[in-house]
């Protein structure tokens, strides 16, 4: 599975967009970008994942770029809650299993 | 409520004893997934279960041990336990390969 690489750490205001960068320039084409976020040490939680197109759920929007070697979580109004730590993850289907990095630390501040 | 239970939540035992760790899958989820996370390696990939059959292998020591049984339970069995084994243990489980997973809210494993 492709690595990816993110910030260690943002800070947000509350209110406002919170954009978190994932590189992950070996990807293959057959793997997803997948997110996920752990509020301290609470089971990791899935927000969204995707394959080439942007996609949007009710908790989140995922951008990839067309050359797929980056993509950008965005959390439209982040709440105080949304404090946590942030995974990018690339996989296949063919391997199912996820390896979680080190994630980002995102910080919300009143 | 995530769908996944994992049994007990918290659990303190002596090096060299033996614990098992349960998860009950969301329903219709036919994968089971075991993380470890402890505080200076964060989360570890340990081992997959698909449909009874073990799938993948990750960092998992050699005194652990999994199974997943035909109601899709899974059971994680810890032995000869140490110190450094201290961790919080999380399952997850999805409906097959390559899909989002769902994880339990964990057991917390404390060695002393």
């Known amino acids: 599975d492709a690595k990816t690489t993110q910030p260690t750490s943002m800070d947000c205001a509350e209110g406002r967009a919170a954009n978190l960068p994932c590189n992950h320039s070996t990807i293959s084409e057959n793997e997803y970008v997948y997110w996920y976020r752990q509020i301290h040490s609470q089971g990791p939680q899935y927000i969204i994942h995707?394959?080439?197109n942007n996609e949007t759920n009710e908790m989140a929007s995922l951008i990839i770029t067309e050359d797929r070697k980056s993509s950008t979580l965005i959390l439209p109004h982040a709440t105080l809650r949304d404090t946590a730590v942030y995974y990018c993850?690339?996989?296949?289907?063919?391997?199912?299993?996820?390896?979680f990095g080190q994630g980002t630390t995102l910080q919300v501040k009143p | 409520d995530s769908g996944v239970t994992q049994t007990p939540k918290h659990l303190i035992t002596a090096t060299g004893q033996r614990v098992t760790l349960r998860c009950s899958p969301r329903?219709?989820?036919?994968?089971v997934y075991w993380y470890q996370q402890s505080l200076d390696q964060g989360l570890q990939f340990l081992i997959q279960y698909y449909n009874g059959e073990e799938r993948a292998k990750g960092n998992i020591l050699e005194r652990f041990s999994a199974q997943q049984f035909p109601d899709l339970h899974s059971e994680l069995n810890l032995s000869s336990l140490e110190l450094g084994d201290s961790a919080l243990y999380f399952c997850?489980?999805?409906?097959?390969?390559?899909?989002?997973?769902?994880f339990g809210s964990g057991t917390r494993l404390t060695v002393v």
């Open positions: 329903s219709g989820d036919l994968s």
């Open positions: 997850a489980s999805s409906v097959e390969q390559g899909y989002g997973y769902t």
């Open positions: 993850i690339v996989s296949s289907s063919n391997t199912g299993k996820l390896i």
């Open positions: 995707g394959l080439k």
